[in-house]
């Protein structure tokens, strides 16, 4: 059982939006900054959100990130067939001195 | 143009030992956090150690504790996973990543495929 807690999968139609949901608790999410990961099939993970809410340069604004509490999110709008991959949150657990990611979460578009 | 290239992946017995590297360029290795992060076929990331810019602090996952260790040389602009006693747990597929700091992996590696088996 993963310290972080994703849905498996999320789908939506094309030029809709999704949300990711990543639970923690207070020794992760609710004291460290929680990034976002994108991972193509057969690719490297491409960092998509750092401490909770920025974008690197390249990142397009149509992914956004958000944290409240012990739990974060991702949002992707405009959802494009590009977008299917599989999504991870990550953070540092304090109790532990690790890094944990989340399970992942595959997005499909219908 | 920042750049991680893992090697020394391969096919080693259950107990056998491997020593991964990976080299940097397109940055300065002394001013950043290291990780290695580990995907077992078909499954997700997982986070397997980090070292500080100077190697005085490292950490790891549970799992790898006592079994693997990870070391830098910054002159050499190169980061290691020194793995012993491996099991069929740790095939995966491993990738170096540039910490940005605040816990967060800014570049990665393309990563190097370890499989332990008989």
């Known amino acids: 059982q993963s310290v972080l807690t994703q849905p498996p999968s999320v789908s939506a139609a094309p030029g809709q939006k999704v949300t990711i949901s990543c639970s923690g608790s207070?020794?992760?999410?609710?004291?460290?900054?929680v990034s976002w990961y994108q991972q193509l099939p057969g690719t490297a993970p491409k960092l998509l959100i750092y401490e909770s809410n920025k974008r690197p340069s390249e990142i397009p604004d149509r992914f956004s990130g958000s944290k409240s509490g012990t739990s974060a999110t991702l949002g992707i709008t405009g959802l494009q067939t590009g977008d299917e991959a599989d999504y991870y949150c990550g953070t540092w657990d304090t109790s532990l001195s690790a890094y944990f990611f989340g399970a992942g979460t595959k997005v499909t578009v219908l | 143009e920042v750049q991680l290239v893992e090697s020394g992946g391969g096919l080693v017995q259950p107990g056998g030992s491997l020593r991964l590297s990976c080299a940097v360029s397109?940055?300065?290795?002394?001013?950043?956090?290291i990780s290695w992060v580990r995907q077992a076929p078909g499954k997700g990331l997982e986070w397997v150690a980090n070292?500080?810019?100077?190697?005085?602090?490292?950490y790891y996952v549970d799992s790898v504790k006592g079994r693997f260790t990870i070391s830098r040389d910054n002159a050499k602009n190169s980061l290691y996973l020194e793995m012993n006693s491996l099991r069929a747990e740790d095939t995966a597929v491993y990738f170096c990543?540039?910490?940005?700091?605040?816990?967060?992996?800014?570049?990665w590696g393309q990563g190097t495929l370890v499989t332990v088996s008989s």
């Open positions: 990543a540039r910490d940005r700091g605040a816990g967060s992996h800014e570049y």
């Open positions: 397109g940055f300065s290795l002394s001013m950043y956090w």
């Open positions: 207070s020794s992760n999410i609710g004291n460290n900054y």
């Open positions: 070292i500080k810019q100077d190697g005085s602090e490292k």
